[in-house]
């Protein structure tokens, strides 16, 4: 069983400080053994925020460190690195890799670049990245817990959020349900969820709010996701995940725990062999 936690929309830049403490000691507490920061690590893609990322990513000393980027982590006001190079201070804190994946004998977690450095807010899945994401799940172990990590949202709880789906979201759902998914990690938003994806109710959406930015949505505090799993059932076959929520609140100390939630899974030979 893995020990995931899950970070998002960092901005770097608007980090405020004694939160960050916070959860540094937090996660040291939790030991996790995969952690996730799934984008807008910094606020404007300035060296100087990437090295602070990348220093706190390093105080952590998680076994699995996974991060993609953000629209927040292309520049925005250079304009000759947003054309020519628009991930090259992203390269220079996190190395050549912008879709890490982690294949261990109870995960499988792949990342995906959803940024397009021509759209300013907007992420998109392209056809191949759905199509490759799609057989690699469909090759995945029984056992594993099968994640798939974005930034922007495919799925969205409020009317309001639907301006920034994914491109690509509805095809992205019907082909990864398909293949058996169980979660798909996404921030963006600022708003934490868990919901079921939209084609199969064992599979699920699960938004991240903001780790430690200043950048706060109203009615939800800084945040960040700890997942458990996968549990199965030897005699049924039944599988299943725990999601937990920890909130920082305003003027606390602490994260603290504000939900957890038992996720149900696709059963043991329905995962085995790809089914819906």
């Known amino acids: 069983m893995s020990t995931l936690v899950h970070l998002s929309d960092t901005h770097f830049g608007t980090e405020q400080p004694s939160v960050v403490e916070a959860l540094v000691r937090w996660i040291h507490a939790q030991a996790?053994?995969?952690l996730l920061l799934s984008g807008d690590v910094t606020q404007r893609a300035t060296r100087a925020q990437f090295a602070a990322a990348?220093?706190?990513l390093a105080r952590l000393a998680v076994p699995h460190p996974l991060v993609i980027p953000g629209n927040h982590d292309i520049p925005l006001f250079a304009l000759g690195a947003?054309?020519?190079t628009p991930y090259g201070r992203y390269r220079e804190a996190f190395g050549p890799?912008?879709?890490?994946?982690?294949?261990?004998?109870d995960c499988l977690l792949q990342a995906l670049n959803t940024t397009r450095w021509w759209r300013h807010e907007d992420g998109a899945l392209s056809g191949a990245q759905i199509a490759r994401v799609a057989a690699r799940l469909r090759a995945a172990r029984?056992?594993?817990l099968r994640i798939v990590a974005v930034h922007q949202p495919?799925?969205?709880s409020r009317p309001e959020d639907r301006r920034n789906l994914l491109h690509g979201h509805a095809r992205a759902s019907a082909l990864w349900a398909d293949a058996g998914v169980d979660l798909v990690l996404g921030g963006h938003i600022h708003l934490p969820f868990a919901a079921p994806l939209a084609a199969r109710s064992t599979a699920w959406v699960v938004q991240a709010g903001t780790a430690v930015s200043s950048r706060v949505r109203a009615g939800a505090p800084n945040s960040v996701n700890l997942i458990r799993g996968p549990f199965v059932d030897a005699r049924s076959g039944e599988r299943h995940c725990e999601l937990e929520r920890w909130d920082h609140p305003p003027g606390a100390a602490d994260f603290v725990p504000a939900q957890v939630q038992r996720l149900p899974l696709q059963r043991l030979e329905a995962a085995h062999t790809g089914q819906a």
């Open 32 to 34: 996790p053994d995969v």
């Open 54 to 56: 990348r220093a706190f």
């Open 82 to 84: 947003r054309l020519f």
């Open 97 to 105: 890799t912008l879709e890490p994946v982690l294949d261990v004998p």
């Open 142 to 144: 029984p056992q594993q």
């Open 154 to 156: 495919l799925a969205v």
